[in-house]
């Protein structure tokens, strides 16, 4: 019954309101609101909003977009007439398909998110207080995210535009602008009511008590606030309801069964029956082919790899799939490959003879030397000018346009199904990364380090000391956010990380965002296209919108 209900409720909600249309005339009828029933029933239509469809379209999978592609995580090997190709090479476009589409769906979850909020009792009953408090975690994620991409970061001023602050289900009501300051109170107000309201242990696939805790430590985080992020992240560790995978289980996170994942706090669940078609649109399809199913057209970047390859070991290298090729008896031909001044890569064959390794360029030999550094093997040869020239001992992969095909992994083979995925908002990893930020910017580096070294030790690396172990150069801070980059990749953090910490996104790498004219190398975190341009159709809509620089 309650599957027939939320099927009539989801039509309702999603045919009401056209793509390009304005986001709040999409009111589902008085009549499912009646009863406690019907309140469920439209919250699971909210959910649905948020979590998008079996093509690849709603507001997590375009945030993933918006989020992943402009960061220095991943490497586009082609041009794409795909709007996503705007916001990776950062020629942002106020028509792009995908923003409205971000905007458009998170607005109709907030109206509905609304509705509930003025029809839910407060007080009576538990299981209502839950829903209602659902609905409160669900509007203060939305907003976090819309505030995020279409809003500078708090840091760069609480003044700066963010978005409008819809907070009811009046069609009518068409609020302009809000201040990213008032955005973010109004964040924090919603999510300390959800944590007030929700007392029923859900499962990871609902929004819960500890998952609205989990969230105000990040939003504490990015306000600067970092007492708070770290109280809210104690409380979230000391529930004793999650626990980190291993060491030899983190490679399979994203392929288990949300229910059955317990580091998982909160995430957006997708089954294979209903929320997945052929896969070939949906997020992992243009990370990788699998099984026939995918593009595989862009790959983990070269910065990322080699930040990971300091420890081979790593276990977080187990959610990056190197497409090797091999001969007709199995075996693979060795290469070394180096990325040139011009940021391209660079393949020669190599060749064993007594225990020395070359090869041939240019008509000339080359030998492939060796030393150590740190305790770890490094390999070059003397280029014609007599300078050392680093390179990777590897085997030959399979290339498009000249980028080897680095398969990402994280938004995939759930359950053993392709492109499967269901969207993580938080989990528990991200607790001890947000402590260890937070103490490294109150001056604590023996308390970061400890939970760092939590991240560290299950990934199967060397932990920290001390400072002297760090890489030269690096304070704790850095030490911190390079965790969080090898540790949340792929999971709609990095770009966020970048900007709110006043950093340059460093794009110094092999990948179509350095073609053409003009090229971001870097992005400066006060640049103009660091947040999206608002979506013109919403601005034809209500023309007192201000636009984005």
Known sequence: MKKIIYSALLALV?????IDKFPYDSIASEELFEDAEGLESATLGNYALLKG??????FMPQLHRLAEYPGDNVSLSGTTTDPLFYSYNYNNLATGSRSNDFWTSGYKAIVGCNRIIEMGTEGDSPEMDQLIGENYYLRAMTYFQLVNIYGRPYAQGTSNLGVPLKLSSDISDAPDRNTVGEVYDQIVEDLLKAESLMTINKTNSYATKEAAQALLSRVYLYMGENQLAIDYADEVIESGRFTMLSTDQLPSYITLNPDDNSETIFCFKYLEESDYNHG?????????NIQGSGWGEMYASRTYL???LQNPEDSRLGFIEPQYLYDANGDRTPVVFWVNDDYQYVFQYTT???GSVSFEMDGQTYDVLSEESDGKTLYYFMDGSGAKQYVIRDYEMAQRNGYPKYYILKTSLQEDVPHLWSPVVSRLAEMYLNRAEAYAKMGNTGEALANINVIRERAGIPTYQDATDFPEGQSVLDVVL?????ELAYEGHRKFDVFRNGRTMDRRYPGTHLNGNNPYYEVSPDDPRVIEYIPESQIAAQPTLIQNN
């Open 306 to 308: 080699d930040l990971l």
């Open 482 to 486: 390079d965790e969080r980059r090898m």
């Open 14 to 18: 999603v045919t009401g309101c056209e």
């Open 280 to 288: 070939w649109y949906t997020v992992g399809s243009l990370y990788a």
């Open 53 to 58: 469809d079996a093509d690849g379209n709603g």
């Open 352 to 354: 064993e003879d007594g």
